[in-house]
């Protein structure tokens, strides 16, 4: 009987509450660490703001004086800013997160996978404008053509930190003999390879669109479609969309201080403005929590066909410009760069046949 009654005992001490408090305070660290995750995930997914280009300049090329800079500086600043952000920005590189929160994000890594494919894009044609030694270019396409989702060393973030310090070399590096080259041929090149870049970029938009009669207004044959986008990667091009936008956006600021004399002797400044203000409009604030794929006039927007006519008019407007730009050759020197950062005033529009007039007369003085 003794042994049953010991037992009984032990049962009933296993039995007992006594540990049940060691969860409570496990709880409250759960709860904690995923509110903290839920906060550091939207503050991370926020997108950087827009860089002023003479700032890049004088962070990069460290000349704060008002003295017209060499060519390419401030499309080179402009490049090295855009790819320094995806490391300086909060929480870094996320595309290679392999924990919490940066895992469970995928707004904020399309959005950066866009920006490294304008970078990737543009690095050769920066190479290709160049009258100096492009060695240092090379260095830096090869390093950014690192995969962005590789974590261990070397990682991407070495690697785009590299492309970063080779960047800022070659901005350092430019002067009035190795300054970009002043005719506008591998200008337009890379004009119309962005034009290429932005129509593919309409067709993958467009794959999301279940809308034959929207699909019609924006010129896409539906033949010519990827592959339709499931509806959980809707969110991902979009954003990656957005992030292209983002840098093309600042690429052509730089230009704009670059080439100015190109633009006007080609007629084309109004053009790069235009499509400038373009690339503003598409990346506007999303105010919705979430991308909608909506249809025609109904209750909900479809937000990737808004930015699919955005991209197919800067693909138009591209090529307008590199067809513009080709072949001509620019004498004049830079302007003031303190000049050109401020924003454009508002002219009086004129009729088109007299605005032809006004330029033939234009480059008849010049000759």
Same mark, same amino acid.
């Given at each position: 009987?003794?042994?049953?009654?010991?037992?009984?005992?032990?049962?009933?001490? %296993? *039995?007992?509450?006594?540990?049940?408090?060691?969860?409570?305070?496990?709880?409250? %660290? +759960?709860?904690?660490?995923?509110?903290?995750?839920?906060?550091?995930?939207?503050?991370? !997914?926020?997108?950087?703001?827009?860089?002023?280009?003479?700032?890049?300049?004088?962070?990069?090329?460290?000349?704060?004086?008002?003295? $017209?800079?060499?060519?390419? &500086?401030?499309? !080179? !600043?402009? /490049?090295?800013?855009? &790819?320094?952000?995806?490391?300086?920005? $909060?929480?870094? /590189?996320?595309?290679?997160?392999?924990?919490?929160?940066?895992? @469970?994000?995928?707004?904020?890594?399309?959005?950066? /996978?866009?920006?490294?494919?304008?970078?990737?894009?543009?690095?050769?044609?920066?190479?290709?404008?160049?009258?100096?030694?492009?060695?240092?270019?090379?260095?830096?396409?090869?390093? /950014?053509?690192?995969?962005? *989702?590789? @974590?261990?060393?070397?990682? #991407?973030?070495?690697?785009?930190?590299?492309?970063?310090? +080779?960047?800022?070399?070659?901005?350092?590096?430019?002067?009035?003999?190795?300054?970009?080259?002043?005719?506008?041929? #591998? +200008?337009?090149?890379?004009?119309?390879? *962005?034009?290429?870049?932005?129509?593919?970029?309409?067709?993958?938009?467009?794959? =999301?669109?279940?809308?034959?009669?929207?699909?019609?207004?924006?010129? &896409?044959?539906?033949? *010519?479609?990827?592959?339709?986008?499931? @509806?959980?990667?809707?969110?991902?091009?979009?954003?990656?969309?957005?992030?292209? #936008?983002?840098?093309?956006?600042?690429?052509?600021?730089?230009?704009?201080?670059?080439?100015?004399?190109?633009?006007?002797?080609?007629?084309?400044?109004?053009?790069?403005?235009?499509?400038?203000?373009?690339?503003?409009? #598409? %990346?506007?604030?999303?105010?919705?929590?979430?991308?909608?794929?909506? =249809?025609?006039?109904?209750?909900?927007?479809?937000?990737?066909?808004?930015?699919?006519?955005?991209?197919?008019?800067?693909?138009?407007?591209?090529?307008?410009?590199?067809?513009?730009?080709?072949?001509?050759?620019?004498?004049?020197?830079?302007?003031?760069?303190?000049?050109?950062?401020?924003?454009?005033?508002?002219?009086?529009?004129?009729?088109?046949?007299?605005?032809?007039?006004?330029?033939?007369?234009?480059?008849?003085?010049?000759?």
């Amino acid at each position: 009987m003794a042994m049953f009654r010991n037992r009984k005992r032990r049962t009933e001490v %296993l *039995e007992r509450p006594e540990y049940g408090w060691i969860w409570k305070p496990l709880l409250v %660290l +759960l709860v904690i660490y995923l509110v903290v995750c839920i906060g550091l995930g939207i503050w991370w !997914s926020l997108r950087p703001d827009s860089f002023d280009i003479q700032q890049a300049v004088v962070e990069w090329r460290g000349d704060e004086t008002q003295a $017209p800079l060499p060519r390419g &500086v401030a499309f !080179s !600043s402009a /490049l090295t800013a855009s &790819v320094d952000t995806l490391l300086d920005k $909060p929480g870094g /590189l996320l595309r290679n997160d392999v924990a919490p929160p940066g895992v @469970w994000l995928d707004n904020m890594p399309s959005w950066e /996978l866009g920006v490294l494919s304008q970078a990737r894009l543009t690095v050769p044609a920066l190479a290709a404008m160049s009258n100096g030694n492009a060695a240092l270019l090379t260095d830096a396409e090869t390093a /950014l053509d690192t995969d962005s *989702e590789a @974590w261990i060393h070397p990682s #991407a973030e070495k690697r785009y930190a590299l492309a970063v310090a +080779l960047l800022h070399d070659f901005t350092n590096n430019l002067s009035g003999s190795s300054a970009l080259t002043n005719r506008g041929d #591998a +200008l337009a090149q890379w004009l119309r390879s *962005e034009a290429d870049r932005f129509e593919a970029m309409t067709r993958r938009l467009s794959a =999301s669109i279940d809308d034959p009669e929207a699909l019609r207004e924006l010129g &896409v044959d539906e033949s *010519e479609l990827p592959e339709a986008t499931p @509806w959980y990667r809707i969110d991902n091009i979009f954003f990656e969309a957005r992030g292209e #936008a983002w840098a093309l956006m600042h690429y052509l600021r730089g230009l704009r201080q670059d080439y100015a004399p190109l633009f006007e002797q080609a007629g084309a400044m109004a053009g790069l403005e235009r499509m400038i203000a373009e690339l503003e409009m #598409a %990346l506007r604030p999303l105010w919705s929590p979430m991308v909608l794929n909506g =249809s025609g006039f109904g209750i909900f927007a479809n937000h990737s066909l808004i930015l699919a006519n955005y991209t197919m008019g800067l693909s138009d407007q591209a090529r307008r410009l590199a067809d513009s730009v080709e072949g001509l050759r620019s004498a004049a020197r830079a302007r003031n760069p303190a000049l050109l950062s401020r924003p454009p005033t508002r002219r009086r529009r004129t009729p088109r046949r007299r605005r032809k007039l006004t330029v033939q007369k234009r480059q008849v003085i010049r000759r």
